[in-house]
């Protein structure tokens, strides 16, 4: 059997055939179970918040002058940069990967290292989009939580100068990291003034960005620009919006080659507007922190739940709106006939379930009641 997710339909088939899907005559196998199945895999299956799609179709009135030179994305950064107290440039890309390329292409050379936590996202999901990129050696360093520090950083501070040797040149940091846990502010200051002692510069990853700050209770900005970070990716796909993040670029020496490092990574777009629209919906009455604060709070409820359970074990803690955990193989089998999730480590039987924007209570009570029948 094979599993095909869409429209929220979950479809399992074994002929060709085909099948409508929203009034679209689309190419599927006959369907043998039709299901609507509600998503735990991941924060990217939610649907668009309603304040960002009013927002979008405000934004499709017209024309608009191409790449940028439009009134939506003027808005649009300034109120990025009314988010952080160090002067920055907002530059609006399209997605996660090609944020991420950017930031690092724009902070080193091909003779650099990156350094991450082996669990990285660009070390493990981005198909060596950052490697090709920036040319650079991504050097990864195992952690027990997704979360670099200046101790593990410490034994790779060697060969500087040397030319046999790749340089140290960037460290690459995830904002919720990949396993769910989220740094202090305290860790990432220690983290940038170690890097930038030894000459490299910093860059985070917040795609759950927002789920970060709402879970320690902080802005944006506490926990990333005024915390000492060169570039910085500000999320919005995972918590609301249709598709889109920004480069956020508060290193100086950065600033004058980001838009050059923008358009050579194919993240210029043309129709900005579409893009920058939907920021001006995220921070404007602090929708960021409603969406986050909805998600983290869904999987707090999850989470007590699951710890009553005595064949649950937790494999990290939750600090965010991901849940890590294994319980015996059976009913993960089971759970997954009625709810959509992934397995993180198969080889153990982990697996992981997100909480989203849009997550609702009767989502959780559901999940919950079920397992309590198996």
């Not at 095909?4 to 339909?9: L, P």
């Not at 501070?157 to 305290?186: K, R, W």
Request: hydrophobic fraction near 40%.
């Amino acid at each position: 059997m094979c599993k095909v997710q869409c429209a929220k339909v979950s479809v399992f088939y074994e002929e060709w055939n085909v099948y409508a899907v929203n009034n679209l005559t689309l190419p599927f196998q006959t369907c043998s179970f039709i299901d609507f199945m509600r998503s735990f895999a991941s924060d990217n299956n939610s649907s668009v918040h309603p304040k960002v799609m009013e927002m979008l179709m405000k934004a499709n009135e017209g024309h608009a002058v191409g790449y940028g030179d439009d009134p939506w994305t003027e808005e649009a950064t300034r109120l990025v940069k009314q988010q952080f107290s160090r002067p920055c440039e907002a530059l609006f890309v399209f997605n996660g990967t090609g944020s991420n390329t950017m930031a690092l292409q724009l902070m080193t050379r091909p003779y650099h290292i990156i350094f991450c936590a082996d669990t990285g996202h660009i070390a493990v999901d981005e198909c060596g989009a950052p490697s090709k990129g920036t040319g650079c050696f991504m050097r990864t360093i195992p952690t027990k939580d997704g979360k670099l520090t200046p101790e593990l950083l410490a034994p790779y501070m060697i060969n500087f100068g040397v030319e046999h040797h790749s340089q140290p040149g960037a460290v690459y940091i995830s904002q919720c990291t990949e396993l769910g846990t989220v740094y202090t502010p305290d860790e990432v200051k220690a983290l940038c003034e170690f890097a930038h002692s030894h000459g490299l510069k910093v860059h985070m990853d917040g795609a759950r960005i927002s789920n970060a700050a709402a879970a320690l209770g902080v802005s944006l900005d506490e926990v990333s620009g005024a915390c000492g970070v060169d570039t910085l990716t500000l999320g919005g796909t995972k918590n609301g919006l249709m598709g889109a993040e920004c480069v956020v670029v508060f290193n100086p020496e950065l600033m004058d080659e980001a838009r050059y490092a923008r358009k050579q990574t194919c993240q210029l777009a043309s129709k900005m507007r579409y893009l920058s629209a939907q920021f001006i919906a995220f921070l404007t009455d602090e929708l960021w922190l409603e969406c986050a604060q909805k998600a983290n709070a869904l999987a707090v409820k999850l989470r007590d739940a699951l710890l009553e359970m005595p064949d649950v074990t937790f494999t990290q803690p939750m600090e965010s709106n991901q849940l890590f955990f294994i319980m015996p193989k059976e009913k993960e089998e089971k759970l997954h006939e009625k709810f959509y999730f992934y397995y993180w480590n198969e080889a153990v039987g982990e697996m992981r379930l997100v909480t989203s924007w849009d997550t609702t209570e009767e989502d959780v009570d559901s999940l919950i009641a079920y397992l309590q029948t198996l």
